[in-house]
């Protein structure tokens, strides 16, 4: 890419943080953390036993024509499509992996030189180019679709945004070549994850830390800027077997992009299903009305819609299809991506469900065709 302008990250004028302690602290110090409403269920004994020795027995067949039902293709970042400079470019790269670029046009400065060519801040969420999410690379769960890139094939990334520590989110081999480009990006993540990203190599200067509802200004010279805040999810996190039997010591989340506005749900729960209580007499999360209260709704909401069965292990921090249409509603969205499927099996639902479904939930719910929709791997939107 031939810009070579570096963007800048402080302190945004307006702050959602609030003044008290937050009640997702599990102590005093804020150095552990919890989700804090009725809709969270924490695993049981019997949970970790079925994730730990039973899971991988109940994982579902790949059909035998998943290259057709799940296109993957070779990105375009949108360069081919008649976009204007007020459009946002969402491409799906797998899982929950996704490269926004903000419009170019958005400006708060126009003394500054303008990006040549003309682009907006380029975000990337979750990175994963690997063949498996997994501490190593010779067992832990394996793509079934293939990478439709490798970090190399990237145009010039201004951040790259983490909403948890787990590794289908944050993958170490990705973030290490992310950083080893000719322009390093700068990297942000929930509480608690400094440790984690120094020893993976993100330098001090560019490392950015944040509790929920904290905001960083990225600001591209040339105009564009954006606010990014860290917000609320229902999940949890760990990357150590041990991690499981402890308070979490670093922080879930998900993510609020503005000028125009963008929702990054990550990886969250919505609802914890009870056995013998009906759906509907279950308590939602209600940090979606909240988050959308606070911004006023959103413009594009990516919400993840896969790895939901069996309800019992995966409602407290997965949300189904029937969940992200909720998610949605709350947030105030006008469209919506699916994302975390069709890459990695992590629940029993079949490969090819969760689009199906939240199809299906859309409509039931009244929304618009195509309001909450999903696309290809490599695939770019524009919105
Ligand atoms: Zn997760």
């Given at each position: 890419?031939?810009?070579?302008?570096?963007?800048?990250?402080?302190?945004?004028?307006?702050?959602?943080a609030a003044k008290e302690r937050p009640a997702h602290w599990a102590n005093e110090q804020g150095?552990?953390?919890?989700?804090p409403?009725?809709?969270?269920?924490?695993?049981?004994?019997?949970?970790?036993?079925?994730?730990?020795?039973?899971?991988?027995?109940?994982?579902?067949?790949?059909?035998?024509?998943?290259?057709?039902?799940?296109?993957?293709?070779?990105?375009?970042?949108?360069?081919?499509?008649?976009?204007?400079?007020?459009?946002?470019?969402?491409?799906?790269?797998?899982?929950?992996?996704?490269?926004?670029?903000?419009?170019?046009?958005?400006?708060?400065?126009?003394?500054?030189?303008?990006?040549?060519?003309?682009?907006?801040?380029?975000?990337?969420?979750?990175?994963?180019?690997?063949?498996?999410?997994?501490?190593?690379?010779?067992?832990?769960?394996?793509?079934?679709?293939?990478?439709?890139?490798?970090?190399?094939?990237?145009?010039?990334?201004?951040?790259?945004?983490?909403?948890?520590?787990?590794?289908?989110?944050?993958?170490?081999?990705?973030?290490?070549?992310?950083?080893?480009?000719?322009?390093?990006?700068?990297?942000?993540?929930?509480?608690?994850?400094?440790?984690?990203?120094?020893?993976?190599?993100?330098?001090?200067?560019?490392?950015?830390?944040?509790d929920?509802?904290?905001?960083?200004?990225?600001?591209?010279?040339?105009?564009?800027?954006?606010?990014?805040?860290?917000?609320?999810?229902?999940?949890?996190?760990?990357?150590?077997?041990?991690?499981?039997?402890?308070?979490?010591?670093?922080?879930?989340?998900?993510?609020?992009?503005?000028?125009?506005?963008?929702?990054?749900?990550?990886?969250?729960?919505?609802?914890?299903?009870?056995?013998?209580?009906?759906?509907?007499?279950?308590?939602?999360?209600?940090?979606?009305?909240?988050?959308?209260?606070?911004?006023?709704?959103?413009?594009?909401?990516?919400?993840?819609?896969?790895?939901?069965?069996?309800?019992?292990?995966?409602?407290?921090?997965?949300?189904?299809?029937?969940?992200?249409?909720?998610?949605?509603?709350?947030?105030?969205?006008?469209?919506?991506?699916?994302?975390?499927?069709?890459?990695?099996?992590?629940?029993?639902?079949?490969?090819?469900?969760?689009?199906?479904?939240?199809?299906?939930?859309?409509?039931?719910?009244?929304?618009?065709?195509?309001?909450?929709?999903?696309?290809?791997?490599?695939?770019?939107?524009?919105?």
């Amino acid at each position: 890419m031939a810009s070579s302008l570096r963007v800048k990250v402080t302190a945004p004028f307006r702050s959602h943080a609030a003044k008290e302690r937050p009640a997702h602290w599990a102590n005093e110090q804020g150095t552990t953390f919890k989700n804090p409403w009725p809709s969270f269920r924490a695993h049981d004994w019997q949970d970790q036993y079925y994730i730990v020795f039973q899971w991988s027995k109940r994982i579902p067949k790949i059909p035998d024509d998943i290259a057709t039902l799940l296109p993957v293709a070779k990105p375009t970042w949108g360069l081919d499509a008649d976009a204007s400079r007020d459009s946002m470019k969402v491409t799906w790269l797998g899982h929950a992996t996704v490269l926004l670029e903000m419009p170019a046009r958005t400006s708060i400065n126009s003394e500054d030189p303008l990006p040549n060519p003309p682009r907006g801040i380029r975000i990337l969420f979750d990175p994963i180019f690997s063949e498996r999410c997994s501490p190593v690379q010779f067992a832990g769960p394996k793509r079934i679709t293939p990478s439709p890139c490798q970090v190399p094939d990237l145009p010039e990334i201004d951040a790259v945004v983490f909403s948890h520590d787990h590794f289908d989110h944050l993958d170490a081999n990705t973030l290490r070549a992310l950083l080893a480009r000719p322009h390093p990006p700068h990297v942000f993540a929930p509480a608690g994850n400094a440790p984690t990203l120094h020893a993976l190599g993100v330098p001090a200067a560019r490392c950015h830390i944040l509790d929920w509802w904290e905001s960083r200004r990225l600001d591209l010279p040339g105009g564009p800027a954006v606010d990014l805040t860290c917000t609320p999810a229902q999940h949890n996190s760990g990357r150590a077997f041990s991690d499981r039997f402890f308070d979490a010591r670093t922080l879930w989340a998900s993510w609020a992009v503005e000028e125009v506005i963008a929702y990054f749900g990550g990886d969250t729960g919505y609802r914890a299903t009870r056995d013998g209580v009906p759906e509907a007499d279950t308590p939602s999360c209600p940090a979606f009305a909240e988050i959308g209260a606070r911004f006023g709704g959103f413009d594009v909401a990516f919400l993840p819609i896969g790895a939901y069965k069996a309800p019992r292990f995966m409602s407290p921090v997965h949300c189904s299809p029937r969940d992200s249409v909720q998610v949605f509603r709350a947030l105030g969205a006008k469209r919506a991506l699916g994302i975390h499927w069709g890459t990695f099996i992590l629940g029993e639902e079949g490969i090819m469900d969760p689009p199906r479904e939240v199809k299906e939930e859309a409509a039931e719910a009244g929304l618009e065709e195509d309001a909450f929709t999903t696309c290809g791997i490599g695939e770019t939107l524009l919105f």
